[in-house]
């Protein structure tokens, strides 16, 4: 455990954030997988899929 006031607080600060930061690439990841695939396979829906992705980036 680090001994510093601002070592502390990063160190409480990254337990709240990482989970949070890895939740987003992984919804990211998922959103331009599916903007990918229905581009592929033309789908209707594949506007609305590709931008939802790239509000997600």
Not at 16 to 22: A, D, E, G, I, Q
Not at 38 to 52: G, M, P, V, Y
Request: aromatic letters at 4%; glycine letters at 2%.
């Amino acid at each position: 455990m680090p001994q510093i006031k601002g070592s502390i607080k990063r160190v409480r600060q990254n337990y709240k954030v990482t989970p949070k930061n890895s939740a987003q690439v992984s919804a990211m990841r998922t959103a331009i997988k599916q903007a990918k695939e229905a581009a592929r396979q033309d789908a209707s829906n594949k506007d609305e899929l590709f931008r939802s992705a790239v509000k997600k980036t």
